[in-house]
């Protein structure tokens, strides 16, 4: 039910950001940015069952693997929102690079982890 709520308050910004685009394009795009936020702030109550289940991870000795799994969702989550403001402001070269950077710095940040999956296998296979 609660994508429902999200899906109608999108709809609602939707309409209104049309309503504004045609005479007031400045607010449209700050009532747009507005309306981001709001469901932004709308789904991240929704991310509370993750963060205990990654709490549940660390129990069992993957602790350094959840906070990396962690970071990794806060760069995905910042890097497209940012992108997704840039589209909205007409900034389709900005709006690329941040996604790119926002790939190259999740895979930065799940190197280790991933090195230490490989070599697990290794040893494994070993």
């Known amino acids: 039910?609660?994508?429902?709520?999200?899906?109608?308050?999108?709809?609602?910004?939707?309409?209104?950001?049309?309503?504004?685009?045609?005479?007031?394009?400045?607010?449209?795009?700050?009532?747009?940015?507005?309306?981001?936020?709001?469901?932004?702030a709308f789904s991240a109550?929704?991310?509370?069952?993750?963060?205990q289940w990654l709490r549940a991870l660390s129990?069992?000795?993957?602790g350094g693997s959840a906070a990396t799994l962690l970071q990794i969702l806060?760069?995905?989550?910042?890097?497209?929102?940012?992108?997704?403001?840039?589209?909205?402001?007409g900034l389709g070269a900005a709006a690329s690079a941040i996604d790119l950077g926002g790939r190259l710095l999740a895979l930065v940040q799940a190197a280790p982890m991933l090195q230490t999956l490989l070599d697990a296998f290794s040893g494994f296979l070993r």
């Open 1 to 40: 039910m609660l994508i429902l709520k999200a899906a109608a308050l999108a709809l609602i910004l939707c309409v209104f950001t049309l309503v504004l685009k045609k005479d007031q394009p400045a607010f449209a795009f700050l009532a747009s940015t507005c309306g981001v936020v709001c469901l932004l």
């Open 59 to 62: 129990r069992y000795g993957v």
């Open 45 to 51: 109550g929704q991310l509370i069952p993750l963060i």
């Open 74 to 89: 806060g760069i995905a989550l910042v890097a497209q929102f940012s992108a997704d403001l840039c589209r909205e402001a």
